[in-house]
């Protein structure tokens, strides 16, 4: 199956700072990349995500990036704010299989 | 459209018990999958299915079984219950399943179990 690496596993920030999470992957045939959202106590939800044709995908102030060659993608959250903090995790896709990383908890600190 | 809605929301088994947790979603999915979430270790793929009457293994699939009647309908049966299943299950669903690519999930609400 797909090997998904994510890092760090925790995080901290000062409120409007920036925060980078990056997650690698295996299957070089691999070309979709979504990162999800998870609240305390909730069920994960999509934020973004990014197709292997493209190198970067911005949506506010959430962008996600992409290199193919390196097999790693990261998540880009700027001007961070105190409802930001949450786990998320990437995911990378191995046929029908998702597999997922172990998730990155985000501290945004007011 | 509610989505997916999972049944129960919290259940409490003793060991050798079994139970069936229930996922249905009503955005006529193809693609429909379960999943446990354990502290430190993300979300594993139980079970997933590409379509009604589809079924196959994902990455932690003993002491699990699945079946796809309908389209909208995806129960998970714990046949024997073990402490070791004690976890938070999510079941998902997306667009992609036969012959589509692959899109984004989404989640139920969870069911938070416990087996003692």
């Known amino acids: 199956g797909e090997n998904v690496e994510q890092h760090p596993s925790t995080l901290s920030v000062q409120e409007g700072d920036s925060a980078v999470i990056k997650c690698t992957y295996s299957d070089s045939a691999s070309n979709y990349f979504p990162w999800y959202k998870q609240e305390l106590g909730k069920r994960p939800q999509l934020i973004i995500d990014?197709?292997?044709?493209?190198g970067e995908k911005k949506d506010q102030r959430i962008a996600v990036t992409l290199n193919k060659t390196a097999k790693h993608f990261s998540l880009h959250i700027t001007e961070t704010q105190p409802e930001d903090s949450a786990v998320y995790f990437c995911?990378?896709?191995?046929?029908?299989?998702?597999?997922f990383g172990t998730g990155t908890s985000l501290t945004v600190i007011p | 459209n509610a989505g997916v809605t999972q049944t129960p929301k919290f259940q409490v088994l003793k060991t050798g018990q079994s139970m069936t947790l229930q996922c249905a979603q009503d955005m006529n999915h193809e693609y429909m999958s379960w999943y446990r979430q354990d502290p430190g270790m993300g979300l594993r793929l139980i079970h997933y299915s590409v379509g009604a009457g589809i079924t196959d293994q994902g990455e932690v699939p003993n002491g699990y079984n699945v079946s796809r009647s309908t389209t909208e309908d995806f129960p998970l049966r714990l046949l024997s219950a073990a402490p070791s299943q004690t976890s938070v299950y999510f079941c998902a669903s997306s667009y992609s399943g036969r012959g589509a690519r692959v899109g984004p999930l989404h989640f139920g609400n969870g069911t938070r179990l416990t087996v003692t």
């Open positions: 990014i197709r292997s044709n493209v």
């Open positions: 995911a990378a896709p191995w046929g029908n299989q998702f597999y």
